[in-house]
């Protein structure tokens, strides 16, 4: 029997007596942490540093650090509104030097008849201001706009128009695109919360429009160096910005690239009509991001992404695997019935590289299939390798736990050929070791739920030293993700008849 390895107490030890050494190669039961991450424009009052990240200390934080009213401090509110455990970072980012804000305007064309309340929305955000018959609208104006002062969470700014002085304009706090998304209406609430314009008065709203130019993001991903995100809340849609977030995240060059194995998804939402979604979609491929279709809602596009990358992360740290159907995405302000896509929509939706939702009967929206942009391969034929999220979330789980066995138990081992007399205790490792050791992982996770078929994955599992560099191991892992319970068919075979039988 050969002398056992200490990782540490020298062969030439002489002085007495008991020495006793570590070995937790055994032992390693540790969990990653998925960090989520949320990309946001601040104001000049926001107190955070573009483009160098830091931790989320809360909603108060998110205030402080945006700006009341910005991009990042409404993203981090509805992020946390869904996710208030998980440990959550930020990326600000300045507007772009070449943005332009976007601007929209309420125009008061006659004066109420009755005493009411004027119910406007601005990206979901209720502004009630009560009106009277001896209110003029130049006076309606004047009250909205100090209304709109009092709630410094609105991001947008208001003043009275000089020359049409019973009309409202309204500016975005943050410069670019994402000023668009902010949506302007009124009595969103309905007859349910009592909502509707006061007799007699009539408004006229311009949507927030005129956006131009995100801000360049990508010397900003840059700079979030190697630690990891798993769940990143992607602000941006356009296709400047699209390409950014897919360099960054991908699989030949990126964070799934096998140099540098920091994985991680983004989540987006875009809005828009059925065929505005499906043109769009179609002109993505990328398997590390998903967009969130919707039309209608109150809520910004950005805001969404927080949220649906919210839902996705509790999802995803409870069980990588498990299918995120019906997993809620609170905040989510649900769109009126007759913008509510049906279900031969969604159909289409999900085979042009975008996202579905569902909405229960108290506007609770949830997700019904988290999908990637992912539609094709390289050679332009379809192919739904990488179609589902949780595939992606299912493979970055794989990997690690991988490659911490590796790291673990095999740090520090000499290698020898199969077939080498090795005694037990020593500290060496052959490829049939490391095969066995692969195997017995595999199958930890296939009782967990994570993988499955492990005498299929055993057979075709291929372990072998390197026939060029002798200090290098190649491994074939032919894994088999366990699939997700999507579509329940049933073909109901009923008669009308109750049969015979024999006495």
Request: net charge negative; hydrophobic share 40%; proline share 5%.
């Amino acid at each position: 029997m050969g002398d056992i390895a200490f990782p540490n107490i020298p062969q030439n030890l002489r002085v007495p007596l008991f020495y006793a050494d570590l070995d937790p190669s055994n032992a390693n039961t540790g969990q990653q942490t998925l960090r989520a991450l949320i990309v946001g424009q601040i104001l000049s009052s926001g107190t955070g540093t573009p483009g160098t990240p830091q931790i989320c200390q809360g909603i108060d934080d998110a205030k402080a650090v945006g700006g009341q009213g910005s991009m990042l401090a409404l993203m981090t509110a509805a992020y946390r509104n869904r996710d208030s455990f998980g440990e959550v970072w930020y990326l600000p980012l300045a507007d772009g030097a070449e943005s332009v804000a976007a601007s929209g305007s309420v125009n008061i064309t006659s004066a109420p008849t009755t005493t009411g309340v004027l119910s406007l929305y601005i990206a979901g955000q209720i502004v009630s201001l009560v009106v009277t018959p001896t209110m003029t609208a130049a006076q309606i104006a004047t009250a909205l706009v100090a209304q709109i002062g009092t709630l410094p969470d609105l991001p947008v700014t208001a003043a009275v128009d000089a020359t049409t002085t019973t009309k409202v304009n309204l500016t975005a706090k943050n410069k670019g695109l994402c000023g668009n998304d902010i949506d302007l209406q009124l009595n969103y609430g309905g007859a349910p919360a009592g909502e509707s314009t006061p007799a007699g008065m009539a408004v006229t709203i311009t949507a927030m429009a005129g956006g131009l130019v995100a801000p360049d993001v990508a010397d900003a991903l840059a700079n979030l160096g190697d630690q990891t995100f798993d769940f990143i809340a992607f602000p941006y849609t356009d296709s400047t910005s699209l390409d950014a977030i897919k360099a960054f995240l991908s699989t030949s060059t990126g964070r799934w690239s096998w140099s540098q194995q920091l994985y991680g998804g983004a989540y987006a939402a875009y809005r828009g009509t059925l065929g505005a979604l499906t043109t769009f979609g179609v002109t993505r491929n990328d398997e590390h991001m998903s967009i969130m279709g919707f039309n209608g809602s109150p809520t910004p596009n950005w805001v969404i992404a927080a949220i649906y990358a919210a839902a996705a992360a509790i999802s995803a740290r409870a069980d990588p695997a498990q299918p995120m159907q019906t997993v809620t995405l609170d905040g989510m302000q649900a769109p009126p019935l007759t913008m509510r896509f049906q279900l031969t929509d969604r159909n289409t939706l999900l085979y042009d590289g975008i996202s579905t939702f569902s909405v229960a009967d108290d506007g609770t929206c949830a997700i019904e299939n988290a999908i990637t942009t992912y539609q094709k391969n390289t050679y332009g034929d379809a192919d739904d390798s990488y179609l589902e999220v949780e595939t992606l979330n299912t493979l970055a789980y794989v990997l690690r736990q991988l490659k911490s066995v590796v790291t673990t138990k095999y740090a520090r081992k000499k290698l020898a050929a199969n077939g080498t007399r090795v005694v037990a205790g020593t500290n060496v490792v052959t490829p049939s070791t490391i095969r066995a050791d692969l195997i017995a992982q595999y199958q930890t996770m296939e009782e967990n739920g994570y993988v499955q078929g492990s005498s299929v994955f055993a057979q075709g599992l291929i372990v072998q030293q390197n026939s060029t560099n002798p200090n290098r191991v190649d491994v074939l892992y032919p894994a088999i993700l366990i699939d997700q319970l999507r579509v329940f068919a049933l073909l109901m075979q009923f008669s009308n008849i109750v049969p015979t039988t024999s006495s």
